[in-house]
């Protein structure tokens, strides 16, 4: 599913997303694809969702937005192992 095609179904909602399709670029994560896991009102109920999936399965990319937001871009975490310094 597209941002816009989940901005029409869940209209000024809180929505718990896995990204499906996405890329990095400038420290940016740009999400094309996604399946809406969870909607909500309020966006502490969000979070809390987000929270519980995200340590379920914390190799998959989980996120939450508002769809209010006109696009879905993250700043992307780092994750990894830094070399010595």
């Given amino acids: 599913m597209r941002w816009n095609e989940v901005q029409e179904r869940f209209p000024d909602e809180w929505v718990v997303l896995e990204?499906?399709?996405?890329?990095?670029?400038e420290g940016q994560r740009f999400i094309e694809e996604m399946t809406v896991i969870d909607?909500?009102?309020?966006?502490?109920?969000?979070?809390?969702?987000?929270?519980?999936?995200?340590?379920?399965?914390?190799?998959?990319?989980?996120?939450f937005f508002h769809t209010s937001r006109p696009e879905v871009v993250a700043k992307e975490r780092y994750v990894g192992v830094r070399g010595p310094r």
């Fill in 39 to 63: 909607s909500f009102d309020d966006s502490v109920e969000a979070l809390k969702r987000y929270s519980e999936l995200h340590r379920e399965e914390p190799h998959r990319e989980y996120c």
């Fill in 19 to 25: 990204a499906t399709k996405a890329f990095s670029k």
